[in-house]
């Protein structure tokens, strides 16, 4: 990278590369001249493209991130009367993370630093409009609003740094290029020094995020209503609330079901991994309505002793009688209703801190009242961006949140912005950036990875049947392959390319799954010229379960490798996995380079910037094994992800709740409870491994 550019550019010969896999993609296209870019394809923002004639018009192309259904139909009626001239296609990079564009973790950090500023009007609505919450309370509700409008202004940046690489890439003039993204209101708070939107033309949809009639504007008139109807339905059924439960002191936990239960990797209840808290105590709660209460579900609890709830009509399933609505407050509907009527002639700032307040009021009450009369006192839940409501929810009814991640994260930023009362950390690389990202947890604690199940064998057999089945037929080494959640179709060709001209080389491929299909899935489904079907007619090629947890590959395989983060490969890196990492977006630049621990060991070591100094790596160790005995070795830095290593993660976090139910048993409050918890984990793991809270 060219130092003199700025930190979204690119430079020429890095276009030029990119350019050759864009003329593959490209068939029979005419030139491109107008190009809208945008994150909702809604029916408003389709009239408005055709009362400009930008539809009509061969050369010009319009990308969505989501289309509604009613666009949907709109443009399927002008593409049956044969009037669509335009191409009119999703995004099929948005964040561009294969490319010498990614600047995805860039993005977040400088995002969220440039917003930071908005605290302030943010405080003093609170202290104004909530002075009878808690300080915590309203802590949170200001760093949730910052979490939000950070992500919103993330897509925009996303949508403007694609405008400029379409400009580099494809020839068509800035000028010719329009963004439209709901997070435009927020332009006027960013820094004039913050050039990546100079030269861009960016719109604000109609009906978005800072119109007064907006759908997000408009939730907590949502919220009310949905709730009234739930309660119309419930005397009409004759549903009745539960009889609140009696815990002597010590109050129960609940864990809401995110993942499938029964998956070591990713479970509800790891923390509850060699814990003695009695499962009578415990509560899965079901708000998903792509996790619903099934009988499936419900029977896999009841034979671990948990009693199933629901906390939303959404995710009941196939048990509506698990769940009871809750009366929100009149003095809170008043309030909600009051600020989002005086919000409809206020300025977009005001009016989105008013809207979204209330939002978090509301949705905070309903959880609290539902959790409170299963005597929950500690709560589990998988949210982290945007809108936090349930530690809000916790903090009304006196209880704690507390929360570990699943990903390990390559920067600072709105979504590693932690919130929880108490907050489990993988080791000092996560910590340092969640507390870079302003965490506001009171206690922060060091516990290693509940991801990583070295008792796991779902996967041993068949995983080492493959590569003994790929060295038997000649392959020199075996490459473990992880991709990401975002199409990679640059990643893929220069992959596939690779196996093909490299006989001795065979690789597993573990596919991130995405909503529809896997990563992989879309390349196969596309065929790539054909390289797909070449390279499996090689039979050296696998392509793994999609829900293969990574550190399964690492006793199997000579390396792996991921791209975009370095999440799966550190996952690897725990269990002693010799790792390669792809980097395009150079993590070790400027801002995030105190992040960037596998770029310590040095270059090529780890990380590499680009395809062909990997494989010329992997190609030397084919030819001489004993040619680059550091290749891949992260151990010197694999402490900073996780110190531990022993299996213990989930159990640690166990430990902890029992010391606190243990604490509040003994008649302390929640402050002192917790304290005493934190206080129990240093001395028993060490003082280093409580990172706030002493």
Known sequence: MNDDLAWYEVDAEAVERSREHLEER?????????????????????????????????????????????????????????????VVRPHRDLYLCDSPWNRVFTINLKVSRALRDLEKPVNAYLARTMPKTSAYFRTTCRASLLKMWTSQAKVMAYLTLGAHRASQLEGIPLENIRVMSDGRWLLDYFPASFALFSGVRIMQPLFSASHPLSMQNAMPLLVIARNMVDHIRARLTGTKPPTPVEHGGAPNVGTTICWPLGTPSLSNFAWYDRCDIPPARLWGLFDRSNVGATDEKVGQLAEMGIAPRAISRKATGGHPELYAPVVLPMEDVVQAATEWVKSLFRAPLTRGIASQVALQN????????????????????????????????????????????????????????????????????????????????????????????????????????????????????????????????????????????????AMMVKSKPRVTATNWEMMAAHGLEGRVEKALATGRLVILDKYTPPYALAPHVDYVMGITTTSAVSLCAMMGARVLFLDYEQLDRDELKPFATLHRLGPERCVFRSMEALEQAVAEVIEDPQSRPELGDASPVVDAFDPFRDGMAGARIGQYVAWYLEAMEEGLDREQAMQSATRRYAEYWGQEYVVRGL
Not at 57 to 68: D, M, P, Q, S
Not at 370 to 391: A, K, N, P
Not at 414 to 435: E, K, P, Q
């Open 26 to 86: 490209r068939v029979n296209q005419p030139p491109l001249r107008e190009l809208w870019l945008m994150e909702f394809l809604t029916m408003p923002v389709l009239l408005g493209l055709l009362m400009r004639g930008s539809l009509f018009r061969a050369g010009a192309r319009v990308e969505y991130r989501f289309l509604t259904p009613l666009a949907e139909k709109g443009l399927d009626l002008l593409m049956r009367i044969g009037v669509l001239r335009a």
């Open 362 to 505: 509301l949705r905070s009450v309903e959880i609290a009242r539902q959790v409170e009369r299963l005597g929950i006192g500690v709560m589990f839940h998988y949210q982290e961006d945007s809108l936090d409501f349930c530690t809000p929810a916790m903090e009304r009814i006196g209880g704690i949140r507390v929360g570990y991640h699943w990903s390990c994260f390559d920067g600072p930023g709105g979504s590693t912005l932690r919130t929880h009362h108490v907050t489990f950390c993988w080791g000092r690389h996560n910590s340092d950036i969640f507390m870079d990202s302003g965490a506001i947890s009171p206690h922060v604690l060091i516990n290693g990875c509940p991801m990583v199940v070295p008792d796991d064998r779902r996967f041993e057999k068949t995983i080492q049947a493959e590569v003994d089945a790929l060295r038997s037929d000649g392959a020199k080494l075996v490459l473990g392959v992880f991709d990401g959640s975002t199409l990679s179709w640059q990643f893929y060709r220069s992959l596939l390319d690779w196996l093909l001209r490299q006989p001795d080389l």
